[in-house]
Nanobody
Framework: QVQLVESGGGLVQPGGSLRLSCAAS????????TAWYRQAPGNQREWVAT???????NYADSVKGRFTISRDNAKNTVYLQMNSLSSEDTAVYYC??????????WGQGTQVTVSS
């Protein structure tokens, strides 16, 4: 079992920045990779970014160049640095890990609202 706790969401003005955190606990040794997803009202949940245990990263085209996913292994935490935010980034952001034996675990989500 893996438990995830997201934090760092909030209200930010257009053009601003936020850093989300995803802290993992439990069977963290079984985690293969960690991803961020988001879901805006009325929309399906969409993938945002992934980081593997080896540190390889991948991003959705909509956030490439603005968002950065990173990890701090000592803290068992994955971050999502979000810059140049716009109203289109408003959503609930979820952290997901894939852990052996190839099971998904989701966090509770953190709200990000971009508004003036």
């Amino acid at each position: 079992q893996v438990q995830l706790v997201e934090s760092g969401g909030g209200l930010v003005q257009p053009g601003g920045s936020l850093r989300l955190s995803c802290a993992a606990s439990g069977s963290i040794f079984s985690i293969k990779h960690t991803a961020w997803y988001r879901q805006a009202p009325g929309n399906q949940r969409e993938w945002v970014a992934t980081i593997t245990n080896g540190g390889m990263t991948n991003y959705a085209d909509s956030v490439k160049g603005r968002f950065t996913i990173s990890r701090d292994n000592a803290k068992n935490t994955v971050y999502l640095q979000m810059n140049s935010l716009s109203s289109e980034d408003t959503a609930v952001y979820y952290c997901k890990v894939v852990a052996l034996p190839w099971r998904d675990y989701w966090g509770q989500g953190t709200q990000v609202t971009v508004s003036s």
